[in-house]
Nanobody, 124 residues
Framework: VQLQESGPGLLKPSQTLSLTCTVS?????????WSWIRQPPGKGLEWIGY???????YYSPSLKSRTSISRDTSNNQFSLQLSSVTPEDTAVYYC??????????????????WGQGTQVTISS
């Protein structure tokens, strides 16, 4: 399974960040959840959200108002849009496959395949 992020690496404040993840070796409509995660410089990983194999979406509460994840099933791709970006959105953005499962009523993520990551810088 391979995932590859693509999209602009430099944006200005207030613009909308748009990234696409192209998946090969698995179908985004068969199983698993397909996630976006980012890592700001000097900080830990931050989960942004995911789209399920059936097309449902879930977002981090802290980013939900600015985030949209969609998919293009014909090209086996899923995409991230983050609106009204600020310099605090500067990070390496990763797409990944989450093959986690439910246990005792709670969902436990397991990120088994990752893209290489793409640097996105927000600067005026």
């Amino acid at each position: 399974v391979q995932l590859q992020e693509s999209g602009p690496g430099l944006l200005k404040p207030s613009q909308t960040l748009s990234l696409t993840c192209t998946v090969s070796g698995d179908s985004i409509t068969t199983s698993n959840n397909w996630s976006w995660i980012r890592q700001p410089p000097g900080k830990g990983l931050e989960w942004i959200g995911y789209i399920t194999y059936s097309g449902s979406t879930y977002y981090s509460p802290s980013l939900k108002s600015r985030t949209s994840i969609s998919r293009d099933t014909s090209n086996n791709q899923f995409s991230l849009q983050l609106s009204s970006v600020t310099p605090e959105d500067t990070a390496v953005y990763y797409c990944d496959r989450d093959s986690g499962s439910y246990f005792s009523g709670s969902y436990y993520s397991y990120y088994d395949y990752w893209g290489q990551g793409t640097q996105v810088t927000i600067s005026s």
